[in-house]
C-alpha cells in the first residue's frame, strides 16, 4: 500500500519521545508554531518537538488577539493538521480544557486521536487571558486538580504528557503558584507550568520547589526574563517554550515586504531573503507528491 507523503497519525511513536525527552534532565525547547507552514520550517531547522500555541492560532486564523475567541474546534482542526505534517511531537495548549470535566475529557481524547503528544490546560477561569497581560482570573484549585485528574483519566496513550499551567503568580504572588503546581503534579500532571514568574529568583525559587519537569515560556516583551537556554537549563527548567517568537518575525519581515512592494512596486530588495519557487515547494515534499502520483498516471495524462 502507497501512502501519502503525510499523515503520519498518532501511532509513530512521538509521545513516547516527547516523555523520554522530558526525563532526560536536559533542556528540550520546543518552538512555537501555529500553522503546517512554521511547523514544517521548525522541523528543517532541527527543533525536537514543537509547540501550538493558542494566541499564535488566534492572530493568525481570527485575526484576534488571545482572549477566548478561539473554539475548540478551530484548535483541533489546527492541531489535527500540524501533526499531519511532521515528524516531531506536538504539545498543544488547550486553554482551559473548554468547559466542565466532561469537556475537557472529550479534549484530551479528541486531542490524542488528532496526534498530539502533549496537552497543555490552565487554571483561568472562562473566558480566559493571555497568560501576560492583565485580567485574568483563576479558578479553584478543587476545580483545576479535578481538570488535571480528569485529563489523565481519559488519555487513551500513558504516554500522553500532561502539561498543568497555573496563572496564580500575578494574582496571589510566587509562593501560591508553587503550592498550585505540586497540587496538579499530585493530581497526575507530567509537567509544571508557572506561568510568568517575575525575576530570575521566582524562576530559581519554582524550580526548587517543584519536583515535575517545569516549563519556561519565553515571551519577548512580556513579564519573564528572557534568558538563554543554557541557564534555563542551570535553573532546572526541563522545556521551554517560544510561542508567538515566529509570529512576531512574520508580523515584521512582512510588514517590510509589503511596505517596500507598495513603495517601490518589486520586491526584489528583499529577495535575498526568500526562499524561491522551488524552494518553497520543496520544503512540502513537492517531488515526492509527484513521485507518488506518477504511480497511478500515464505521461500522457501529464502533458
Known sequence: MKEMPLSLGIHSGKNATLRAMLASKKLLIAPGVFDCLTARLAEQAGAKALYMTGSGVSITRLGAPDIALLSFAEILDQAKRICDVTKLPLIADADTGYGGPLNIMRTVREMERAGVSGIQ????????????????????IKEMVGRIRAAVDTRQDEQTVIVARTDARSSEGIQAAIERANLYAEAGADVAFV??????????????????????????????????????????????IYPNSITRVFASIGNTLYTELLKTGSTKSMSNQMLDHRGLWNLFEYPAFIELENNYTSKDDMK
Open 195 to 240: 506561568e510568568s514568574p517575575e525575576s530570575v529568583d521566582e524562576m530559581r525559587l519554582l524550580n526548587q520547589a517543584i519536583q515535575t519537569p517545569t516549563l519556561a515560556n519565553q515571551v519577548e516583551g512580556g513579564r519573564t526574563p528572557m534568558l538563554p537556554a543554557k541557564e534555563l537549563e542551570v535553573l532546572g527548567y526541563g522545556l521551554a
Open 121 to 140: 490546560i490552565e487554571d483561568q477561569d472562562w473566558p480566559k487571558r493571555c497568560g501576560h497581560e492583565p485580567g485574568r482570573r483563576i479558578v479553584s
